[in-house]
């Protein structure tokens, strides 16, 4: 069950309460470091990427994606340190904004809350140790076909890529600690395996058992 669902059923008075209602546009960062000290969101719709930058040489790496019911930011609400991560918006993203100590209070006496939120915080520990080992062990295309098989998603008979389609190529490349130029090359050796099919910023998956034999065995 999304956080978001939870949030709604169980605390629905203080949601009216000290809930706000925030609107960003594509392209736009959700809020500066300083007012992660203050604030916590619930995305509603759209999709967020949280990344660090390097700004000396502009180099990015995306550590994760955020989408409906996701919520953020999880260190800075509990540590009370300011978090230097970026979260930038992917699509037009809603928001339900909320005073971050009254997500502390909610932790600290609401026991419904905790049952879905630190199983949440051990999924994002667990996908920042996935991206540290992938990025040290493995290769590009192995870590692309990873990143391919995580976001597959069937719809009936088809398989799509919801939450990394639509992406630019620099974005992909972002995601799994290389440039472009690597990415693009990578995606082309799988299209000619006969593996995917790319359309402008669409993947598509042409044969996913094949595709998934790329994948190191855990």
């Known amino acids: 069950m999304y956080a978001l669902e939870v949030i709604q059923q169980e605390l629905q008075e203080d949601i009216a309460r000290f809930g706000r209602m925030s609107f960003v546009k594509k392209g736009e960062v959700l809020m500066r470091p300083e007012e992660c000290l203050e604030h916590f969101f619930v995305l509603l719709e759209g999709r967020v990427k949280v990344?660090?930058?390097?700004?000396?040489?502009?180099?990015?790496?995306i550590l994760y994606l955020?989408?409906?019911?996701?919520?953020?930011?999880?260190?800075?609400?509990?540590?009370?340190?300011?978090?230097?991560?970026?979260?930038?918006?992917?699509?037009?993203?809603?928001?339900?904004?909320?005073?971050?100590?009254?997500?502390?209070?909610?932790?600290?006496?609401?026991?419904?809350?905790?049952?879905l939120f630190f199983p949440y915080v051990a999924k994002q520990l667990r996908e920042m140790e996935n991206l540290a080992s992938d990025l040290s062990l493995y290769d590009t295309t192995t870590r692309l076909v990873k990143l391919i098989a995580k976001n597959i998603e069937k719809e009936g008979d088809k398989?799509?890529?919801?939450?990394?389609?639509?992406?630019?190529?620099?974005?992909?490349a972002n995601l799994i600690g290389t440039v472009r130029k690597v990415l693009n090359r990578n995606l082309q050796s799988l299209k000619k395996e006969g593996l995917i099919d790319i359309k402008r910023k669409e993947i598509y998956i042409k044969d996913s058992q094949n595709l998934?034999?790329?994948l190191p065995l855990e």
């Open 51 to 61: 990344s660090q930058i390097n700004f000396e040489n502009g180099k990015e790496q």
């Open 66 to 115: 955020l989408s409906k019911g996701d919520m953020y930011d999880v260190v800075s609400l509990l540590d009370g340190k300011m978090h230097e991560n970026m979260a930038m918006a992917l699509d037009d993203v809603k928001l339900l904004v909320f005073p971050i100590e009254l997500f502390r209070e909610w932790i600290e006496t609401k026991p419904s809350f905790n049952k």
């Open 159 to 172: 398989q799509t890529l919801k939450l990394i389609n639509n992406l630019s190529h620099d974005e992909l």
């Open 212 to 214: 998934l034999e790329h």
